[in-house]
Nanobody, 121 residues
Framework: QVQLVESGGGLVQPGGSLRLSCAPTGSIFSINAMGWYRQCPGKQRELVAT???????TYADSVKGRFTISRDNAKNTVYLQMNSLKPEDTAVYYC???????????????WGQGTQVTVAS
């Protein structure tokens, strides 16, 4: 079964930058939309950004102008460049993918295991 694996989280000072990456394990023919969500302790998971296979991106208002989502379709990898980070961006960030197809399988969606991003002095 295909899984999504995130990397790039960590501790950064306010105003700093981080770049998250997410790639699937196993063989993939295609993935429809991919995205990033985040969850703070005691809060619901919220959308950060999504990107279609054609490259159309949407962002939560709280990250517009600071975060940039991109993807490499050849590698089935999605990235999240986070600039001007604020303490309120601290959360576990999850990668998501919709409608994955591969050799002998089709999945409606998949989630990564999450990567911690902490913004603190």
């Amino acid at each position: 079964q295909v899984q999504l694996v995130e990397s790039g989280g960590g501790l950064v000072q306010p105003g700093g930058s981080l770049r998250l990456s997410c790639a699937p394990t196993g063989s993939i023919f295609s993935i429809n939309a991919m995205g990033w969500y985040r969850q703070c302790p005691g809060k619901q998971r919220e959308l950060v950004a999504t990107i279609t296979s054609g490259g159309s991106a949407t962002y939560a208002d709280s990250v517009k102008g600071r975060f940039t989502i991109s993807r490499d379709n050849a590698k089935n990898t999605v990235y999240l460049q986070m600039n001007s980070l604020k303490p309120e961006d601290t959360a576990v960030y999850y990668c998501s993918a919709e409608r994955l197809t591969g050799p002998g399988y089709s999945m409606s969606g998949a989630w990564g295991q999450g990567t911690q991003v902490t913004v603190a002095s």
